[in-house]
């Protein structure tokens, strides 16, 4: 046996494919690692204040790798950093405060959104700020007066972009003459205005969201989709693992005691996996999802029960079959042959064949069965994983809004990962299936 | 070595061994063939019906065939009292008391107040026809409410595409397989065999692909449908049209399955050629078109039409969400509309649906195998 | 001994094929003589490739062929010379024919017995219509002892001996000049074996068609050859007169072979050879069964040619040139 995977090395398309999976495993321990369990659902679960400053639906940043692509980032300019503030008292407790935040600009494509995020101390007043934009022409446009509280989404505000033209903020004031074009140089936003009680404080940050972000974009929700690439891979891998052996060793037993207890039960259990074969296995995960629980736990669990009498059930008998009438066994029990021994020796050479290629080829079918199924809608509600990734984007018609990245994405990594088990597999049940080495 | 002459064998191979005639021969096949298939449709019946059975107490996990019931019988209670004169004049409150008499004697009536075990049979005939009163939110293309309706004016769509992509599945891996195994160690072969873990990825997933591809990059063909809307009034139009949005869902179904189906059926088909018969027919001087076909593909058949019916069955399942993603008004796409309008009796009929189609696949099969495998026909062994 | 009886020549047949572990040289250098209406037998055990001889008359060659040289005269004509496609039309089933092993393969499953016996009479054009076929069919049939409505079963209905049978009329179906039969009983019982024997014993007596037999069991095979040959590790070794070479072979593997097997009215002892057969990947350089011989001496060191040590006997051994 150990003959067979010396020969493994031979097919350089198993070779990938492993070279393959072990870079997967160690991305998902590292991934696991830097970001843990509970700080990824944390993350993943979206709420407004994590996100805030990632743009909605924003592509990868490495597509401007391109060369004709300079695609807008996100910068944040703060008060407190980047920016100047001064604060002077006029008495009574009234203070005046000028804030000003420079930034350069020089990318091909606007900004999706500008925001401004206020942190604000005060009291019965709050601060009382005026805006004005400076453009790198050096024309100066009041933009407006707001209170120095909470957040300003200068993109929707009507006012602002009737001031423009009909052009929402974040393109109006970045217009250059040429409409598709940004005007490129340093951008400022002043910010004039008084607080009107001693302790008083406020600190801003503007924030001027790019058309990309990150390693894998971000989705609808603003969240950086790389998270949920990185922890959708264990997800998937250990899904895909766990209901492979669970599956495998259930019927593994079962074919065991169908074989040695012969006649009834084994006539049962043929029974029972044709009755398996019948049953439509999405729609009774999709009906236990909707009407039981949609706890990756319940799904696995489900699966692998559905699974239990498959058609690998006659494949696994078949083999059991074998050895229980092989004398080889009656052989080395007569010469004194400890447990241990006929099994190692005897038996696994013969289990093992059998076993190895068909779970390592089945491992990509519940990868996938669990990513339908996340892709219907009724995945785990909490964990990242890469279907529900495509489900967001399908229900969002990323790819009908020029968001394929949102699609493919994770797409892409569950091909790899699907098409990374079966070269292996394949390979595998080539070195084992003597039948298929004699041609 | 002395001459032993021993009279010939006398053997009692069959209970036919003094049939004569062909024609009592070819009735006691068909009637082996018709039995068989009789055998055949009672099993995977009972099949079904337990596949029923379980679709049915998981659907009553979270007690909802009792809401649909209920529902069911809040709906007639109101269109009777509405409908009567006596009843429909009464004050408001009155005749809402009185509706809810009617419900809770209906309730008694149905049983809804006995444990659910008893009620099973009920719920059981009741599923195997598909009787499961009006969809609140949905309708068939038809306009009707009903449930049955709703479901059974989707089928054919769904035929539609999976019976156009299965057969062209079928056709085009067996004779690209049939061609490979004559090229063994080709270049074609070397491609089919590294390009046969594509089929790890589901259609849907080559669905999405295609999509971007040809309908958004280069839109040369649709996006989604079975038929341009509103649709071509000639039937030449119409089926034009279909024929155009049939290309790419086909055309994912045929890459998720045809490079796995076609590696294979040509390692059947090698492995097979090793077969003495194999050799034997060479050494009789068939020509090797005649010995492909006699002696390769007609006893490799049945095994491959075994491997097809298992693809059939995993395609199915694909289905659900091929179906949606390219928005072809099929059970699939039913399927997922009444996963997210929460509809239970719609989402309830499909998967039963989905059961009786995976049992008549299972029966076809059948079929097919008593035709092809002499082994059926005569009866003698072990069947399948 | 004129040409004019020589049905079969063969000269220098070379067959090697390629495998993971190297060139196997399975048939290495072959040559002998067939007389019309004679029969025979190709001795040797397993591995001394003779199975691979006979398949290679019918050009049987294996996927992974290597070497396939040397001449063979059908009637006076070199019929390696012929192009595949003449071949098949030509030699094959219809000048010469083959009963295979008696394994449970040798007959497609899926047709009927009666059509794959009446087959080649339809491929080759000598029969053109089914019913003429069948008719032959029904005749070789006859001939071999297999009852006619055998012709409507599969062969799955068969048992083992009525299949061998049936192989048997299928390959006299065309009268062919030379039927080869590689090990035609060796998968059979005894009984069956003896049956079998009887029909080819009856056949050989009742037309002309020369026989060449190849097999390990020496105990049946003596009741039909006329002539014999001894394969030995990829090569002649002894061809003479079958009676002169089951009562007195000369070459020492041929008396090792005939003191190991058993008669019935005499008291024997019976013997056995020590040692392996040599491997056919990388043959010994001269005599090939000189390590085990008891009777080596310093010249086996040399590959001995064949010498002619009477009329029509051979021999490949220094003792007798």
Known sequence: MMNSLKLLIRYPAAVAGVLIIFFLITLSIITVITIPYSEAIRLWRGDAETWQESPRTAWPEWINILPWENRSTTQVLSSEETGTKDVRALGEGISEIEIELPFQFHYDGFPTELTLFFQSVYGERPPHIELTWINPKGQELKIGTIEGRGAHRLSIDDELTRKLDGRPAHKGLFLDTDDNRPLKGEYKLKLNGWMFAEEDNLDVRLVVYGQVHGLAGTDHLRRDLSIGLFWGIPVALAFGFLAAIGAQLNTFMLAAIGVWYGKWLDGIFRWLTQVNLILPILPLLIMIGMFFSRSIWVILGSVIILSIFGSYYFVLRAMFLQIKGASYIEAAKAYGAGDARIIFKYLMPKIIPVLLPQFVSIIPAYVFLEATISVLGLGDLHLPTLGKIIHDAHSNAAIFNGQAYWMILPGIILLVMGVAFAMVGYTLDRVFNPRLRQI | ?384 | MTNKDILLEVENIRLYFRTGAGLVQAVDNVSLNLKKGRSMVIVGESGSGKTSFGKSILRLLPRNVHTYTGRVLLNGTDIMTLSDEQFRREIRWKRIAMVPQAAMNSLNPVIKVGVQVAEPLLVHGIATQNGIARELAMKACQQVGLPVDFLDRYPFELSGGMRQRAAIAMALVTKPELVLLDEPTSALDVLTQANIMNVLKRIKREIDTSFILVTHDIATSSEIADDAAIMYAGQIVEVCNASLFYREPYHPYSKKLMASVPTLRKDKELEFIKGQPPSLIEPPRGCRFAERCPSRFKRCSEEPNLFDVSDGHKVKCWLYS
Request: hydrophobic share 50%; charged share 15%.
């Open chain 2, 1 to 384: 070595m002395s001459n032993i002459e021993i009279p010939e064998e006398q053997e009692n191979i069959t209970e036919l061994a003094n049939e004569s005639a062909s024609q009592k021969f070819f009735n006691k096949s068909f009637a082996r063939i018709f039995k068989y298939m009789l055998t055949r449709l009672f099993t995977i019946g009972i099949a079904v019906v337990v596949g029923i059975i379980l679709t049915i107490f998981i659907a009553n996990w979270g007690g909802y065939l009792d809401e649909i019931k209920k529902a069911t019988i809040a709906e007639q209670v109101g269109i009777s009292v509405r409908e009567n004169p006596a009843l429909r004049d009464l004050p408001a409150d009155e005749r809402t008391k009185v509706i809810q008499e009617m419900i809770a004697i209906q309730e008694r009536r149905m049983g809804l107040d006995r444990p659910f075990l008893t009620r099973t049979p009920g719920y059981l005939i009741s599923a195997l026809t598909l009787n499961f009163g009006w969809a609140p939110t949905m309708t068939s293309p038809s306009g009707s409410r009903e449930v049955r309706l709703i479901i059974l004016e989707r089928l054919p769509a769904t035929l539609v595409l999976f019976g156009t992509a299965q057969l062209f599945l079928f056709f085009t891996a067996l004779f690209l397989a049939l061609f490979l195994s004559r090229r063994y160690g080709s270049t074609l072969d070397k491609i089919i065999i590294a390009l046969a873990p594509a089929s790890a990825a589901p259609a849907w997933f080559y669905g999405i692909f295609l999509i971007l591809f040809f309908a958004i990059i280069f839109p040369v063909l649709p996006f989604g449908g079975m038929v341009a809307a509103p649709p071509p009034l000639t039937t030449l139009g119409y089926a034009l049209s279909l024929i155009e949005h049939l290309v790419l869902p086909v055309l994912a179904i045929l890459l998720s399955a045809i490079f796995v189906s076609t590696y294979s059926w040509r390692t059947f088909f090698l492995i097979h050629s090793s077969e003495d018969y194999v050799e034997m027919a060479k050494a009789k001087g068939l020509p090797s078109r005649m010995i492909e076909r006699k002696y390769v593909l007609r006893p490799t058949l049945p095994p491959i039409i075994m491997s097809f019916a298992l693809t059939v069955i995993t395609m199915w399942m694909g289905g659900i969400v091929l179906e949606s993603v390219f928005v072809w008004p099929g059970l699939g796409t039913l399927f997922f509309e009444a996963i997210g309008r929460g509809e239970t009796a719609v989402i309830l009929g499909t998967t039963i649906i989905y059961a009786y189609l995976l049992g008549a696949t299972l029966f076809i099969t059948d079929i097919i195998f008593a035709l092809i495998d002499p082994r059926v026909k005569i009866g003698t062994g072990g069947n399948a």
